[in-house]
Nanobody, 124 residues
Framework: QVQLVESGGGLVQAGGSLRLSCAAS????????MGWFRQAPGKEREFVSA??????RYTDSVKGRFTISRDNAKNTVYLQMNSLKPEDTAVYYC???????????????????WGQGTQVTVSS
């Protein structure tokens, strides 16, 4: 079955960096766009970034600070997070979106598969 396993979360001070990884198995990785979402306590899950062969997308609040990349040979997607802020604190989830739905990448409902999440905490 399909598995998405996130890693790399943790506790970091404001201004610091973290690199999240998401290893995928059980799917043809190149056929899927990969997205990152986050959910803070008491808030709805929100789109952070996504990448496919068509390009990459970011929510405005992370542009210039976060960089998404993927390694199709390793079936892995990464999220490099720099200049972290306390408001970036959340559980971060990776998800897989079939390439045919790339136009709807910011919509969580369009994703086929989800990881279990990794906690990112940014202290002030």
């Amino acid at each position: 079955q399909v598995q998405l396993v996130e890693s790399g979360g943790g506790l970091v001070q404001a201004g610091g960096s973290l690199r999240l990884s998401c290893a995928a198995s059980g799917l043809t990785f190149s056929m899927y766009g990969m997205g990152w979402f986050r959910q803070a306590p008491g808030k709805e899950r929100e789109f952070v970034s996504a990448i496919s062969s068509s390009g990459s997308r970011y929510t405005d609040s992370v542009k210039g600070r976060f960089t998404i990349s993927r390694d199709n040979a390793k079936n892995t997607v990464y999220l490099q997070m720099n200049s972290l802020k306390p408001e970036d604190t959340a559980v971060y989830y990776c998800a897989a979106l079939h390439n045919s739905r790339w136009w709807s990448a910011p919509r969580s409902s369009e994703y086929n598969y989800w990881g279990q999440g990794t906690q990112v905490t940014v202290s002030s």
